[in-house]
């Protein structure tokens, strides 16, 4: 439903990007298990990356954090799988949720920034940037425009995006031409 970029899994306090100290950049989720289960977040995590590989740095780690004792679980078992399927050394590492910290504005809606146009309907939907970061609309369509979702999908969902005509059409082709 929601996302934003930030940092996590270090001592330093309110990091930033040019000041990071030992925080790894992180995105935190917000979903509905009702639309996708915790399950189907974790196959999704497991094919965006190559857990086999070790971490470049601490800035750039894998690492699957979670919330209460049936996440735990769940990654567990899913880190499990993975283990078995790869058939050797899982580098993700799966850790409990620590304090996030949001990343600055311009680290947020990464693909949707690129889109001057409907980045200017959504400023003009959101003038207050943390309203914009924890928009579902926004961050459907970021996703959209990183590639992820069909052409079918977008057009179920235009209706409750909030985007003006030439906004919505311009999505579309921006989707279709992929």
Same mark, same amino acid.
């Given at each position: ?15 930033? /990007?040019?000041?990071?100290? $030992?925080?790894?950049?992180?995105? *935190?989720? $917000?979903?509905?298990?009702? #639309?996708?289960? /915790? ?6 995590? =497991?094919? !965006?990356? $190559?857990?086999? =590989?070790? %971490? &470049?740095?601490?800035?750039?780690? %894998?690492?699957?954090?979670? *919330?209460? +004792?049936? *996440? ?7 880190? +499990?799988?993975? *283990? ?17 910290? &949001? ?7 990464? /693909? ?24 579902? !609309? %926004?961050?459907?369509?970021?996703? /959209? #425009? ?16 909030? #985007?003006?005509p030439g906004g919505s059409k311009r999505l579309l082709d ?5």
């Open positions: 439903m929601r996302t934003r970029a930030g940092y996590a899994g270090g001592t330093t306090t309110n990091p930033t /990007y040019h000041d990071l100290g $030992d925080h790894s950049e992180t995105l *935190q989720m $917000d979903f509905d298990p009702g #639309l996708i289960s /915790y399950e189907e977040l974790l196959s999704l995590f =497991w094919k !965006a990356h $190559d857990p086999t =590989w070790p %971490a &470049r740095s601490r800035q750039y780690r %894998a690492v699957l954090f979670y *919330q209460g +004792e049936e *996440q735990r679980r769940l990654a567990l078992e899913s880190m +499990e799988r993975e *283990q078995a399927r790869h058939g050797r050394a899982i580098h993700t590492e799966t850790l409990p949720a620590p304090r996030f910290y &949001r990343a600055e504005d311009y680290h947020q809606k990464f /693909y949707l920034r690129q889109d001057p146009g409907l980045m200017g309907e959504f400023r003009t939907i959101y003038p207050d940037a943390r309203d914009f970061t924890d928009s579902t !609309a %926004a961050a459907r369509v970021n996703g /959209y #425009l990183a590639g992820y979702g069909s052409r079918t999908s977008l057009q179920a969902d235009l209706d409750i995006l909030g #985007l003006s921006s989707v279709s031409s992929r």
